[in-house]
């Protein structure tokens, strides 16, 4: 099982600065089978990037991810206030897929 | 619009069985692997099944293999999971997730909003 470790797991920034999430993986996730998911308090989690880097439908660009192997990043620029939220990675390469811990973005 | 809405949920006693059910709509439902995560309120999430738009490949949490089957009837597109031998620590919201394509590796595009399973005595 690939273990899914994010980091820090608490943010605490202000509105219009950059936040980094970091995740890394126990193995390489095979074919950058890595996604990004934001969930806010009381709803479901909702798709934010897949295949590491790619944006899902209706993402603003703020959103950027990148990474290979056992390395990736969440990239949140000019942080809105509807961005405050907990971010998962996941990895759906090799079976079980799994999730990390999660990091909240709190506003400080 | 697509929709996953899960049903099912409940109070049981640890050792019982329960089974959830996924319906789902606004989608080709046999084109899509479907996939079932919990999460314990305030915690993680944790992935617990998937199978492939056939059926062909299914997989499973280490933490639920041998007390938990998931199944889908495509003719009614639907998905289910099969608790048996529940403990406390199943205790969670249960979410039906929609894969992006047919195949078992896949992200989750659409989520339903879950249903809640507690286990107690």
């Known amino acids: 099982e690939i273990v899914l470790t994010q980091s820090p797991d608490t943010l605490s920034l202000s509105p219009g600065e950059r936040a980094t999430l970091s995740c890394r993986a126990s193995?390489?996730?095979?074919?950058?089978?890595l996604a990004w998911y934001q969930q806010k308090p009381g709803q479901a989690p909702s798709l934010l990037i897949y295949?590491?880097?790619t944006r899902a439908t209706g993402i603003p660009d703020r959103f950027s991810g990148s990474g290979s192997g056992t390395d990736f990043t969440l990239t949140i620029n000019r942080l809105e206030p509807e961005d405050f939220a907990v971010y998962f990675c996941?990895?759906?390469?090799?079976?079980?897929?799994?999730f990390g811990q999660g990091t909240k973005v709190e506003s400080k | 619009e697509v929709q996953l809405v899960e049903s099912g949920g409940g109070l049981v006693q640890p050792g019982t069985s329960l089974r959830l059910s996924c319906a789902g709509s606004?989608?080709?439902?046999?084109?899509?692997?479907m996939f079932w995560v919990r999460q314990v309120p305030g915690k993680g999430l944790e992935w617990v099944a998937g199978?492939?738009?056939?059926?062909?490949?299914?997989g499973y949490a280490d933490s639920v293999k041998g007390r938990f089957t998931i199944s889908r009837d495509n003719g009614k597109d639907s998905l289910y999971l099969q608790m048996n031998s529940l403990r406390a620590e199943d205790t969670a919201l249960y979410f039906c997730?929609?894969?992006?394509?047919?195949?078992?590796?896949?992200?989750?595009?659409?989520w339903g909003r879950g249903t809640t399973v507690a286990v107690s005595s």
């Open positions: 997730a929609k894969g992006r394509g047919g195949g078992f590796y896949f992200y989750m595009d659409v």
């Open positions: 606004g989608f080709i439902f046999d084109d899509h692997a």
């Open positions: 199978v492939s738009g056939n059926t062909g490949t299914i």
């Open positions: 193995q390489s996730v095979g074919s950058s089978y």
């Open positions: 295949g590491t880097s």
């Open positions: 996941h990895q759906y390469g090799s079976s079980p897929q799994t």
